[in-house]
């Protein structure tokens, strides 16, 4: 990624070997700091409302609140964060719930390896573009 400024990313993951692996591919990138690693649904919401990230990657199998739900929330309480649901689940009725309540991609946790750090670039250059048409 070429991007110029450091995106703040809050890692919402319950099972510690996903939130290993997540975290891992995100070092390999200068420009994406991982501001907070959070295990379950609630904690979530109220990490994002503190600390406002930029880019959330969201689990949808999470403790006291599931990530369609935090979703939901986080469209209030940390509007302009991004998110990128990374989940086990593959069921097309929750991959469109989550694209339809404003997620910007959706990446098979089996894919991790190869379509994560591809998929924080396509949520990078729509960051980007909508910056630059709000500066406009």
Aim: contains cysteine; negative net charge.
């Amino acid at each position: 990624m070429d991007s110029p400024f450091v995106v703040r990313t809050l890692v919402v993951e319950d099972n510690s070997f996903w939130q290993e692996m997540i975290v891992r591919k995100l070092q390999e990138q200068p420009n994406l700091r991982v501001i907070a690693v959070v295990a379950d649904g609630l904690e979530a919401v109220h990490n994002a409302e503190e600390l406002q990230p930029d880019l959330v990657l969201l689990d949808i199998g999470l403790p006291r609140l599931n990530g369609i739900d935090v979703a939901k929330r986080l469209r209030k309480v940390a509007p302009a964060a991004k998110i990128l649901f990374v989940s086990g689940d593959s069921c097309s009725d929750i991959i469109r719930e989550a694209l339809r309540i404003g997620a910007l991609g959706y990446v098979h946790k089996p894919n991790v390896g190869s379509e994560l750090l591809p998929a924080i670039q396509a949520v990078l250059a729509e960051m980007l573009s909508s910056s630059t048409l709000a500066a406009n």
